[in-house]
């Protein structure tokens, strides 16, 4: 299994629980978007049978290029997954990309537009890759009350759409907002949270921020590109007032 890096810790950590050779390839450590000549060089050398792409990807929020992905797609020798599970917040999908390329599979889900309870996500690709995965689903399927709650939230498609477009004016919002303090980093993201680059020990500063009530998820330690960086979801602007209080308090902490 190959995938690029930093991106959704499972990936490496489903490969070594079933047994399978992991390849991590670093993305652009200025952009943190795909680095097309390692990935087409590792997949090369390595020859994997499963590729690993999210786009947006997780924890960056970068959304790579699509002459990029469809270079790693084309010189993929096996099954490539494209994991689009923030793709709503990015406002595109390549699920249609499965017509042009019979070994693509496209992963999305419903858990982060505010129904991770349900457990509800989907795969779309060629039949026959789809009937394969069917013989390794495990024999549970999805009950009852999940599938009426998904169909009930499908039919009012337009309050979703607009609790999408309001979360994205806020993430516009908040990396202009952070992009003004001195000596933090926020790239630009395609998802429903920020990657912020702290001058401070982000480790410390998330730990001051647990504290005071305010749980943001620390990256720093997944990977060396992530270096002193705290991942922050978007949420309402009262809530995104609270953390943003909260941050900069942790960061004068411990600056001083």
């Not at 009426?148 to 979703?160: F, G, K, P, V």
Request: hydrophobic share 50%; glycine share 6%; net charge negative.
């Amino acid at each position: 299994m190959l995938a690029p890096e930093p991106s959704f810790v499972m990936y490496r950590s489903l490969a070594e629980m079933n047994g399978l050779a992991y390849v991590g390839v670093d993305l652009d450590p200025t952009t943190l978007t795909l680095d097309v000549a390692a990935m087409c060089a590792a997949i090369a050398t390595h020859n994997p049978a499963l590729v690993f792409l999210a786009s947006p990807n997780n924890p960056t929020g970068t959304l790579f290029d699509e002459t990029q992905l469809r270079q790693v797609i084309e010189a993929a020798p096996g099954v490539v997954v494209l994991d689009e599970a923030y793709a709503a917040f990015a406002g595109v999908s390549h699920w249609r990309w499965v017509h042009d390329y019979p070994q693509l599979l496209v992963m999305q889900t419903l858990s982060k537009l505010g129904f991770a309870g349900l457990r509800i996500g989907y795969i779309t690709g060629a039949p026959e890759w789809l009937a394969e995965l069917e013989k390794v689903r495990l024999p549970y399927n999805v009950g009852v009350l999940p599938q009426i709650a998904t169909r009930l939230m499908l039919e009012d498609r337009a309050t979703l759409a607009g609790q999408i477009a309001d979360l994205c004016v806020e993430r516009e919002r908040l990396t202009a907002l952070l992009r003004t303090w001195p000596g933090v980093q926020v790239w630009d993201s395609a998802t429903n949270f920020l990657l912020v680059r702290l001058p401070v020990d982000a480790v410390a500063v998330h730990a001051h921020m647990r504290t005071a009530g305010v749980l943001v998820k620390c990256v720093a330690r997944q990977h060396p590109l992530l270096e002193r960086c705290l991942r922050l979801t978007v949420s309402t602007p009262a809530e995104n007032a609270r953390c943003l209080a909260a941050l900069a308090a942790g960061i004068s902490a411990v600056s001083s």
